[in-house]
């Protein structure tokens, strides 16, 4: 499940194997979250996953790494759980994204990329 030389890895292959996984398979937005989508705009909620990205993964030693990312509450905290993009942890284990340094432009780049990707599958009904 590991990146090459510190790129993350093949967005494709990791939607692939989430959907072998139990846990990040169940994840799927709630109507409100849909709701939510639609009267906040792409663009904002995108703004919103940045900040969160920026401000509670991208750091070398987040703040309660492990349990910074609620389960429910905002669209991108879904996708962050559907995606393995929670928690360094999980970034680690599904991106090759490893622990102990501050995310790279190009690693919060890749993490913002797959939220997208399975917002955009949850708005097309496609994500599964």
């Not at 393995?84 to 340094?101: F, M, Q, S, V, Y």
């Amino acid at each position: 499940m590991d990146g090459i030389n510190g790129v993350p890895r093949d967005i494709g292959e990791l939607f692939g194997e989430l959907s072998r996984s139990a846990f990040r398979s169940r994840f799927t937005l709630a109507r409100e979250d849909h709701e939510y989508l639609k009267r906040k705009g792409w663009d904002l909620v995108l703004s919103h996953a940045t900040d969160f990205i920026q401000n509670r993964l991208a750091p070398a030693s987040p703040k309660n790494d492990g349990r910074q990312t609620p389960m429910k509450g905002h669209p991108v905290f879904i996708a962050q759980h559907a995606t393995a993009t929670c928690c360094r942890g999980c970034l680690a284990k599904w991106h090759g994204i490893g622990k102990g340094a501050m995310l790279s432009e190009n690693e919060i780049q890749h993490v913002l990329a797959v939220i997208a990707t399975w917002l955009e599958g949850e708005i097309k009904g496609t994500s599964r």
